[in-house]
């Protein structure tokens, strides 16, 4: 449960030694920069803007690459590699083909869709031998639309109303007919009344240089065009993506650069010398001194009295077995550097409060089997993948806690394969079966398993709570504010198991423990405001006590749940399979089964992570932790 002693340093050296010194320094990775006096503002705009477009590249030819090139990107490689990149890359080249590219693209896209528009424009007047509407002294031509179900209306109407008139109809769609109107000026204004009327549009084609037949055959022609272009210029950013891993070491390259500016601007300098400060592990403090003058001999590394009020970084360093449960300290936020690390208190809880709520072994399997085969396929350290192998050890806890409870993917023992089960006086049961949530018998074993937990898991956080101030000398605080909790807990428990002619005895125990804790409780007042503070104290303890050993109730609610959810898939899935023949309803039911669990597996491992990460929060940390420390982030050469 230790955090990393932290010890801040100042790195003097001669001002010519600068570049190999942040080199040396950026190579070790153990130096937390601070700032040495004013910080310099300098304009990183052109930096930024080289960078976006770096990323901007990745992220297009990211789209495109083939799975051989992507997997290369996910390949580790060393600092030569890297550099070697960055100074053999064509970025420059890279990036202005790239945004050739885009703007061509975005050119055709833009001419595809005018051209569209102008084909269904064209649509219905394709037919018309021109798009030039010729007017003599006398007669017009008029185009326009009309609903096809109304032609024949407009037909009539100009036969009684203007026979010396013509319409002829262009085509139509079924829907919308298009039409050439021929009639005299004189009756201009009675043909608009009357087809106005009947839903008359009059329509004005773009200015053709060719007959609308052609023009629109030109417009598909130049479409086609256009798509190959597109297609081309995608082949062109699939040939360059074999660039991508290069990119992604220049990127990292850049990042290093970066690194090293901000450390620049947070030194300290003279005509002469220059100091970085910061925060480093006191363990390395030997080594990087050691490093430093073998740099140089005008180089000088000395401790450093914090400012008042300054916090140390916080650094975990836990046993490998603990340190997947750092994930679970850390979305609550870091200890302060004057706390212990909660990680290795919460761990044993966390997984088994995890496997308590799913109550499925079967489920469980399924967890450790996923998580498993990405680890051990993908080769994850647990420090690079702390989260997947905390699922992992969650999944294995899963399946050892819940075989007592006869949690096999909701499956009663009837329903269950016959080499799992076997006969006992209670009936058929599961092996290693010794309660069932399905009776009331069991659900009360888990109920006051969860109770007993809290319980524990609470007097455990009041524990460390004391236990700490102990370590830091404070024992007449972690006596009387922490240990007077358990020595009245213990009362109790003795009271509880006392043999009966011992009844009286323990019970004045009791009454002791309850003095002593009113007593221990009230420390820090008046001498006799003490016992009415002291009673307070302990009403507020055990109203506390009470509602946080309350919540610890939700991994009955979440192990019933579970069951409940699985046994309803199940369910569903063979009522469903019943309204097919046999050789259709097996395979719905299998497929059923298998979406059904699979939902439910996803949703009951959120809800297990969140509730057990919860009672570690709320009712766990508020006995001993505060948090609110910052993270440790070493100056070092970090992969993006």
């Not at 030997?286 to 300054?310: F, N, Q, Y």
């Not at 109770?451 to 956080?461: A, C, D, N, R, S």
């Not at 298998?594 to 297990?608: E, P, Q």
């Not at 006995?623 to 910052?630: A, K, L, N, R």
């Amino acid at each position: 449960m230790a955090i990393v002693r932290m010890q801040k340093v100042a790195v003097i050296a001669h001002s010519s030694l600068r570049e190999d010194l942040i080199s040396m320094l950026q190579s070790e990775g153990v130096l937390d920069v601070r700032p040495a006096g004013e910080t310099q503002q300098i304009d990183h705009t052109e930096v930024q803007y080289r960078k976006a477009e770096v990323e901007f590249a990745i992220t297009v030819l990211t789209g495109v690459a083939d799975k051989p090139t992507l997997a290369i990107c996910q390949r580790p490689c060393g600092v030569e590699d890297i550099i070697h990149a960055a100074h053999h890359t064509d970025v420059v080249h890279i990036v202005e083909t790239l945004h050739a590219l885009e703007k061509e693209d975005t050119d055709a896209h833009r001419r595809i869709q005018e051209l569209q528009d102008f084909c269904e424009q064209l649509t219905l007047w394709k037919n018309l031998k021109t798009a030039h509407m010729e007017s003599s002294e006398n007669v017009l031509q008029i185009i326009g639309t009309l609903p096809t179900l109304q032609k024949q209306k407009l037909h009539d109407s100009m036969t009684q109303e203007i026979p010396r008139s013509i319409l002829q109809e262009i085509t139509n769609n079924g829907r919308e007919s298009a039409f050439l109107a021929i009639i005299w000026k004189d009756d201009k204004e009675t043909f608009e009344e009357m087809a106005t009327a009947l839903g008359w549009s009059n329509v004005q084609l773009p200015t053709l240089s060719q007959a609308p037949r052609e023009a629109y055959e030109q417009a598909l022609m130049d479409q086609k065009a256009l798509r190959q272009s597109l297609e081309i210029n995608q082949k062109e950013r699939e040939k360059l993506s074999i660039e991508l891993p290069s990119l992604i070491k220049v990127r990292t390259f850049m990042y290093w650069m970066d690194q090293k500016q901000h450390v620049r601007e947070q030194m300290g300098a003279t005509e002469e010398t220059i100091t970085i400060l910061g925060w480093m592990p006191a363990k390395e403090f030997d080594m990087l001194d050691h490093k430093l003058h073998k740099l140089s001999p005008a180089t000088m590394l000395v401790k450093v009295k914090p400012e008042e009020g300054e916090e140390a970084p916080v650094a975990l360093a836990n046993k490998k077995f603990v340190t997947p449960f750092e994930s679970v300290t850390t979305l609550y936020g870091l200890p302060l550097p004057r706390e212990m690390d909660p990680t290795a208190a919460l761990s044993p809880f966390f997984a088994l409060y995890f496997g308590l709520c799913l109550t499925d072994s079967g489920y469980g399997a399924v967890i450790a089997l996923i998580f498993g085969i990405y680890l051990f396929s993908q080769k994850k350290t647990i420090k690079e993948a702390p989260l997947w192998w905390l699922l992992f050890i969650s999944g294995i806890v899963t399946f050892i806690v819940s075989i007592p409870f006869g949690g096999w993917f909701g499956l009663t023992p009837e329903q269950a394969p016959s080499f799992m089960t076997h006969e006992t006086a209670e009936g058929l049961r599961f092996y290693g079966q010794l309660w069932n949530l399905n009776e009331q018998s069991g659900i009360s074993f888990l109920q006051n398993l969860s109770l007993v937990l809290g319980l524990t898991h609470i007097f455990f956080g009041v524990f460390l709570a004391g236990l700490h101030k102990w370590i830091h000398g404070n024992k007449a605080g972690a006596f009387w504010q922490h240990f007077t909790a358990h020595i009245l807990l213990g009362t109790v428990i003795v009271r509880a198991f006392a043999p009966e002619h011992l009844a009286s005895v323990s019970t004045y125990g009791i009454y002791a423990a309850l003095a002593l804790m009113v007593w221990g409780l009230g420390s820090g007042n008046p001498l006799l405001l003490r016992p009415v503070m002291g009673l307070l104290g302990v009403v507020n303890f055990g109203i506390g006590l009470l509602s946080n050993g309350l919540s610890y109730l939700r991994i009955l609610a979440l192990g019933l749940v579970t069951g409940a959810i699985a046994m309803a898939v199940n369910q569903v899935a063979v009522e469903l399979g019943k309204l097919f023949p046999l050789w259709i309803g097996i395979p719905v039911i299998v497929v059923i089964a298998l979406m059904g669990h699979t939902v439910s597996i996803a949703l009951n491992t959120l809800g297990s992570f969140i509730h057990s990460g919860r009672l570690q929060f709320i009712e766990f940390f508020s006995q001993f932790f505060e948090g609110g420390g910052q993270a440790f982030a070493p100056f070092k050469r970090s992969r993006l």
